[in-house]
């Protein structure tokens, strides 16, 4: 017998309660439509809350500054792959919506004469490159939990209707390809239910957690991409990753770059101080990228640390405990609690960590998600919408500038749930039929794994995915692990198709939830290898080893050849390429440049 | 089994998803070294913990801070084993 599936309409779903999904949900419920958000976690329990750097915004209350500047550093950054039209359009509504924030009484620090405090951020420039200028506005540090926190309130206000401890389980398309909602499974009773909506918007956020080294909490599993990719929309740029140079190895905690700056010292297995060797005048304070392609040369050279020789240490046993006690204090609790090290006494084991998705869902700058079609390379998929990590509008292309996230979810959340707003209005009042087959794809997921016999363990097939992924596509690629991980990967997604569960019942079934979000991670795991593996160039986060700089190309990248967005298609695991639009909407093109700082 | 019992440690379980990585792993090591199923009272205690904002948490379990519950102090310690110096949490983007 077939489970029972419960339809509740809305003019509106969105997945995702973080930035980008409170955002769009003020736009709807405001505008008085009726809007249901579905969220994994508490809406102030998602990831946007470990956000503390701040967020963009040209406002120029410290010293002179300009949208355009903005975009120019936007688009060096993303090393021209971001599309020109969807940067201008984010810089310009930056202060907007920042200011909007404000009113809704987001807790910025301010300046002595009541305008909000702005600080400096790496890449942040003024007058097109000429100097670093203050542009992050933030609420002490803790700038997303606060921004949670403000929306929050705003849509309880406004009657959004929010469902916690809700996972989406997939898309509903029909027949013409048009978005009708989502299947959920609500935890706390094991039953199912269909949202059908006139509009659906994707905000779930990020997939970090498909690495092994990975700063992002365990909520990242990315499942927007998997209920996508399921449903026939490719991802975009998906072989783009953010990576910091130190995590705590295994752990993945974040170790500042203070630590390099205070006077740490990276060493190999032989207890040799090898940045030497890589940047004999920076040394350990050479730029992340530097670093990172250093350490991960040592290790992939055999010279890496511990049984599996799989990281480097970073030293502060030469300083005194007094420095590191006053002046590292909670890298000390970090390298305690997560590497099992006293810093004073002992090095930390540390690996370039997984930070930031680039890539995710296609979506033009008004939130709308788009796929080629018969006449365009964009054309839209009706009713359905994403924003935030999970989407690529693409304003970060192949690199995101720092503060550039939370004023991505702002931007595009509002422009995702405006145009949702003018779509609706428009619509008929009657809801489209769902198809006979709307609940498929999630009944036969489910009773796959309900009677899965002899099946793979979740735990261990997930591990063996962030090792592939960490190993075969981390922050310094080579091409015969590429093409050895797209092997390797896909064999991990066999098992991921007979994961097995002991744990049958229906209440909180914490097993079978993880389960379900594996099958989300192994589409962005192989969506990223792949991706990588056919891009031969280095780009922004791409780094190939098979790629250097030279005066052809410099900084490896090809653009002749390789000026374009991947999209990965789930079905027949097969890659097509779009062209970047290198066209802003008002300003000239900010021509094609070496990136250099 | 006791069905109410299982099902509040389920709910906890998944309380423990958390908003910053730090707290997720030291929660994880706390269910690590629990039963299948919690008792009443280690359950009521964690759930007094859970209900933190994710910073409020962290800085409980980095030693920066101590509530007025002493059973959720003790939990705390339990939590952080290798106890340690005052702290400040990582800053970054
Ligand atoms: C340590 C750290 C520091 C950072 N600092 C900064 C910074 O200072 N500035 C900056 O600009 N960026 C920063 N970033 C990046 C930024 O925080 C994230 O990119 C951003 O918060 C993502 O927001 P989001 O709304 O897209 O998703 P999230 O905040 O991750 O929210 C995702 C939501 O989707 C829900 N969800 C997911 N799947 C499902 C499902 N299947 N069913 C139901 N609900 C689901 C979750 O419950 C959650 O509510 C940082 C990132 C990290 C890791």
Known sequence: ?597 | MNEPRRIRTERLRWASRRALLENDLLLQRFWQSQPEVLDDETASVLERLLALEDHDLWELLSGRRETDDPAVNELVALLRQPAVQECEPSTGD
């Open chain 1, 1 to 597: 017998m077939k489970p029972k599936v419960t339809v509740r309409k809305f003019d509106a779903v969105i997945v995702g309660a973080g930035g980008a999904g409170l955002r769009a949900a003020i736009q709807l419920s405001e505008s008085g439509f009726k809007t249901a958000v579905l969220t994994k976690v508490f809406p102030t329990r998602s990831h946007t809350v470990a956000a503390q750097g701040g967020v963009a915004a040209s406002l120029g209350n410290s010293e002179e500054d300009h949208w355009h500047w903005h975009m120019y550093d936007t688009v060096k950054g993303s090393d021209w792959l971001g599309d020109q039209d969807a940067i201008e359009f984010m810089c310009r509504k930056a202060n907007e919506v920042v200011i909007e924030l404000e009113h809704y009484g987001m807790p910025f620090d301010r300046l002595d004469n009541g305008r909000i405090y702005q600080r400096p951020f790496g890449g942040h420039m003024s007058n097109f490159g000429e100097k670093p200028v203050r542009r992050s506005c933030a609420a002490a540090d803790r700038t997303g939990h606060a921004m949670l926190h403000a929306m929050y309130q705003r849509n309880v206000k406004a009657n959004t209707q929010f469902f916690v401890e809700w996972m989406a389980l997939d898309l509903i398309r029909d027949q013409e390809g048009e978005v009708l909602g989502v299947t959920a499974l609500e935890m706390e009773t094991g039953e199912l239910y269909a949202f059908h909506a006139k509009a659906t918007i994707f905000a779930t956020g990020g997939a970090g957690r498909i690495f092994h080294s990975s700063t992002n909490a365990f909520i990242n599993t990315g499942d927007g991409l998997g209920m996508a990719a399921r449903a026939g929309i490719p991802l975009e740029d998906m072989e783009f990753w953010q990576f910091h140079p130190t995590g705590v190895a295994g752990a993945g905690v974040l170790i500042t770059e203070g630590v390099r700056g205070e006077g740490g010292i990276l060493r190999n297995s032989q207890g040799e101080r090898f940045m030497e060797r890589y940047a004999p005048n920076a040394k350990d304070l050479a730029s992340r990228d530097v670093v990172s392609r250093a350490m991960v040369t040592e290790i992939n050279e055999g010279r890496g640390c511990g049984p599996n020789k799989d990281y480097v240490l970073l030293d502060i046993t030469h300083l005194e405990p007094d420095v590191i006690m006053k002046r590292l204090p909670g890298i000390r609790e970090i390298a305690i609690q997560f590497a099992g090290v006293d810093p004073i006494k002992a090095p930390i084991p540390v690996v370039p960590t997984c930070h930031y998705q680039m890539g995710g869902i296609p979506t033009n700058y008004h939130g709308q998600v788009v796929v080629p079609g018969k006449r365009t390379q964009n054309e839209i998929v009706p009713g359905f919408y994403a924003a935030g990590e999970c989407a690529c509008a693409s304003v970060h292309g192949a690199n995101r500038l720092g503060t550039n996230s939370l004023l991505d979810l702002l931007v595009f959340g509002k422009s995702a749930g405006e145009t949702a707003v003018e779509e609706l209005k428009k619509s008929p009042k009657a809801h489209k039929d769902l198809p006979a087959d709307a609940f498929d794809r999630t009944l036969e997921r489910l009773n796959r794994l309900n009677t899965q016999k002899d099946g793979a363990n979740v735990h261990e097939t997930r591990l063996a995915m962030q090792r592939t992924m960490q190993k075969h596509a981390g922050v310094f690629r080579f091409a015969h692990l590429l093409k050895e991980g797209v092997e390797k990967i896909l064999e991990v997604q066999k098992a991921v198709n007979q994961t097995e569960i002991k744990d049958k019942s229906m209440v909180f079934n914490t097993a079978r939830i993880e389960a379900l979000e594996l099958d989300n991670m192994i589409e962005a795991a192989v969506a990223t290898m792949v991706s990588a593996e056919a891009r031969k160039e280095s780009r922004g986060a791409h780094v190939r080893d098979d790629c250097p700089d030279t005066p052809e190309h410099p900084n490896g990248r090809d653009d002749d050849n390789w000026l374009k967005h991947t999209l990965w298609f789930k079905e027949g695991n097969r890659l097509e390429y779009k062209s970047v639009n290198l066209r802003p909407l008002t300003v000239d093109t900010i021509p094609l440049k070496k990136r250099a700082y």
